[in-house]
């Protein structure tokens, strides 16, 4: 995107490991500027591919080790839901996406457009009325409930947003989740006819 100029999108069908690579490179010989003329990087934190968000996330900090420049997240559910928000006249319902294990990604907006702060919930304890999920988002589970597909398409969304604080600055680009990763300590054994249990 370059100022007072319309944005460019370019969608990619491989994975990210590839697709973040060869569709950024497709993007800069289209447009005709140099890796060095880009001055920021705005990207998608989540919910969504947690390897694909990771390996987007890698690629922006070799990218800032090469040159520093602002890096800005968004939250992918919730800019779903301001989008349908705008189309459903100022309804309330909930975002849903498949978090794994039984549990679902839920992000609420109110009928005032107010967005609740993103929870992962339990089939059982996902909020009562209306629920939409993202199109092409992929699902393990089948939806606890009949849900409509809401659209995600960025090219639209974007620039319907409208106000709202939708970007943070971040030093450190990562991808979302509820709480942090919690390691168990793993304390070493040398395996050997001593060690192994008696039969």
């Given amino acids: 995107m370059q100022a007072n100029a319309p944005a460019l999108w370019y969608r990619v069908p491989e994975e990210a490991g ?5 569709g950024t490179e497709s993007l800069l010989n289209q447009t005709g500027i140099s890796f060095a003329d880009l ?3 705005i990207f998608c934190a989540g919910p969504g591919s947690m390897l694909g968000t990771r390996t987007v996330a890698m690629a922006l900090r070799t990218w800032q ?3 520093d420049r602002p890096v800005f997240s968004y939250q992918s559910l919730a800019i779903a839901a301001r989008h349908e928000w705008a189309q459903k006249s100022g309804r309330g319902f909930a975002v ?8 679902w990604h839920c992000q609420s907006i109110a009928a005032d ?3 609740a702060a993103l929870r992962r919930l339990a089939d ?3 909020p009562a009325g209306e629920c939409v999920t993202p199109e092409n988002f992929r699902a393990w589970a089948p939806l606890p409930r009949p849900a409509a597909v809401c659209s995600y398409d960025l090219a639209k969304i974007f620039p319907a ?4 604080d939708f970007f943070t600055a971040t030093d450190t680009p ?5 709480e942090a990763t919690a390691y168990k300590k793993w304390s070493a054994q040398i395996h050997s006819r001593a060690s192994a249990p008696a039969k």
Avoid: K, M, N, S
């Fill in 18 to 22: 590839r697709a973040v690579f060869t």
């Fill in 96 to 103: 849903i996406a498949d978090a794994r294990r039984e549990t």
């Fill in 113 to 115: 457009g107010t967005l």
């Fill in 174 to 178: 990562d991808a979302f989740q509820h």
């Fill in 161 to 164: 947003l409208g106000d709202g």
């Fill in 39 to 41: 001055g920021a990087f």
């Fill in 65 to 67: 080790a090469l040159r």
């Fill in 124 to 126: 059982a304890d996902l």
